[in-house]
C-alpha cells in the first residue's frame, strides 16, 4: 500500500492531516515495521511531506528499477498506441512518468529509452518536458535530443522557453516559474532542493549568504531564512534569483586563453550547424 511504503522511506511524521471515509485518522499510529493496520478498504486521504534528509548528490534509477517501473510496463502495440499486461494507455503511461518523477531521478540515456516508448511526437515532447528537470547527468541530454526531429525538437524547446537552459549542476540564475505548469513546478522544487543541500553541507549564511537571492509569490516576498519551511505552491507566479554558493574545488585552475580560444570556436561552430542560436554568421576576434 503507497501510503506504508510511504511512512517506510520518509518517516512516519511524513504523512498529515489524514482521514479515512470523512474521519479523522492517524497514520502513524496505523503504521508498523512489522504489522500494518492501515485500512484496506474505503477512501483514505492525507497530505505527503517527506521528513528525509535530502541527499547531496542524487542518484538515478538504477537499470534493474528502471526495466521494473518503466520498461516492461510500458510496450508497442501494432495499432502504435502504449499498452501494459492490462490493456494501459499512453494517457496511463504518461500519468505513470509523472508519478515516477515525484520520487525518482533518471540519466539522459534512460529518458531517451522513454521517449522511444512513444509513438506520437505530442507524446514524445511531453514526455521529454516532464522528465528534463529530473535528469542527473544534463551534459548528456543531447542523446535524448538526438531522438527528437527538428519539429519535435522546436516544439520542446517552446515547452520549456527560457528554462531550456536550466542545468543543476549550474542553477545560478534568474527564474520565472509558472507553477501550473509541470516543467516549471519541478524547477521550482530542484530550486528549493539544491538550497536545502548547500544550507546542509553549510554554504549558507542567512541573510547575506543565501542561494535563494530573491523569491516572491504573486508579487508577494517568500521567507527563505529557513529553506526546510519553504514549500512550493500548486499555482501562480514564483520569481527566484538563485545563486549557486558550491566553493571552487581545490587545485581548480582557469583555462588557458589559448584553450579558451579553442573551446569557443568548437562551441560556436556546433551551434552554428544546428539550429539553437538564430544566427547564421559569427565574427571572432581571439587574442590568446
Known amino acids: 500500500m503507497a501510503p506504508t511504503r510511504l511512512a517506510e522511506k520518509h518517516g512516519r511524521k511524513s504523512l498529515k492531516n489524514a482521514t479515512h471515509r470523512g474521519a ?32 547531496e548528490v542524487r542518484d538515478a534509477l538504477t537499470t534493474r528499477d528502471f526495466e521494473a517501473l518503466w520498461t516492461q510496463l510500458v510496450e508497442r502495440n501494432p495499432a502504435g498506441r502504449r499498452t501494459a499486461q492490462a490493456g494501459v494507455t499512453v494517457d496511463w503511461a504518461l500519468e505513470l512518468l509523472a508519478t515516477l518523477c515525484l520520487d525518482h531521478y533518471f540519466t ?61 549542476k549550474n542553477p545560478t540564475g534568474a527564474y520565472e516559474l509558472l507553477l501550473v505548469n509541470r516543467v516549471h513546478a519541478a524547477v521550482a522544487a530542484r530550486l528549493v532542493e539544491l538550497y536545502r543541500q548547500q544550507l546542509s553541507k553549510k554554504y549558507c549564511r542567512y541573510p547575506l549568504q543565501v542561494c535563494f537571492q530573491e523569491c516572491t509569490h504573486n508579487g508577494a516576498k517568500v521567507d527563505v531564512s529557513d529553506p526546510a519551511k519553504i514549500v512550493v505552491p500548486r499555482s501562480g507566479s514564483l520569481s527566484i534569483i ?26 560556436v561552430n556546433e551551434k552554428v550547424k544546428g539550429e539553437g542560436l538564430g544566427c547564421t554568421e559569427w565574427a571572432l576576434t581571439l587574442t590568446p
Not at 502513524?28 to 485500512?39: E, I, L, N, T, W
Not at 538526438?146 to 543543476?168: C, I, M, S, V, Y
Request: proline fraction near 8%; charge should be neutral.
Open 24 to 55: 479523522a485518522f492517524d497514520p502513524v499510529a496505523a503504521y508498523d515495521k512489522f504489522v500494518s493496520r492501515m485500512p484496506v478498504t474505503g477512501t483514505l486521504h492525507f497530505e505527503f511531506r517527506s521528513h528525509k534528509r535530502p541527499q
Open 108 to 168: 539522459s540515456a534512460q529518458v531517451q529509452t522513454v521517449v522511444r516508448s512513444f509513438v506520437c511526437g505530442e507524446d514524445r515532447v511531453e514526455a521529454a518536458s516532464r522528465l528534463f528537470a529530473r535528469v542527473v547527468d544534463p551534459e548528456e541530454w543531447h542523446t535524448m535530443i538526438a531522438e527528437l526531429t527538428t519539429e519535435q525538437r522546436g516544439n520542446l524547446h517552446d515547452k520549456l522557453g527560457p528554462l531550456a537552459a536550466f542545468n543543476p
Open 242 to 267: 538563485f545563486v549557486d554558493l558550491t566553493p571552487v574545488p581545490p587545485g581548480a585552475a582557469p583555462m588557458s586563453a589559448a584553450a579558451f580560444a579553442v573551446l569557443l570556436v568548437k562551441l
